[in-house]
């Protein structure tokens, strides 16, 4: 194959969500905060900040550890999840349950994008209660056809009320993926390569990520 062919016809769509003190967060998080401890305008040799986020704010992987005691941690996933085939879908029903992606072709090892309504959220600085979240029987349904990893275009896949996060432990204990915080306004529905890579925190339980998706 030429790679350098491949690429000259490539589309990238960048479905990573911008990080400032606007970006929304999980309820009782802090936002993300900068403080700059040298700048060149006020006659520093340089321009540099300090950044804080908890490790759940705006895209970012979440590791089987996050819920799963003995679960990998993100810098133990493998990065076959988060980076290769990828399909994306588009639900426009108020909750993805199982009749909404039974009939989608989802196969092992997919990598499955869910493309909703959420991506409009990002618009606004305050949670939103009122988002399109994955039910616990769908996510049987993806865990029973062995896919590699979920994504969603919100802070949670879940519903907010189901506190016993039963969508992250049927996931994440069976070593499935989830990519949260994706912005997929302007992404066509379609196959893609995804590229999205959590920094290499060690020993966490989740990691921010910049997250492409490559059309050729
Ligand atoms: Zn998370």
Known sequence: MDIKELFQNAKIY???VGLSSKTPVFPGQDKFSREYLSKIAEGGRANLSKISMTSHTGTHVDSPFHFIKEGHTIDQVSLTSTVGFAKVFKVTAPKIDVNEIKDLGIEKDDIVLFKTSNSELWELEDFSYDYVYITPKAAEFLSDRGVRAVGVDYIIPEAFDD???PVHHILLGQNIIIIEGLNFTNVPEGEYALVC???????????PARAILIAF
């Not at 890579?197 to 339980?205: Q, S, Y």
């Open 14 to 16: 960048d479905i990573s």
């Open 197 to 207: 890579l959590p920094l290499k925190i060690l020993e966490n339980d989740a990691a």
């Open 163 to 165: 506190t016993d996060r």
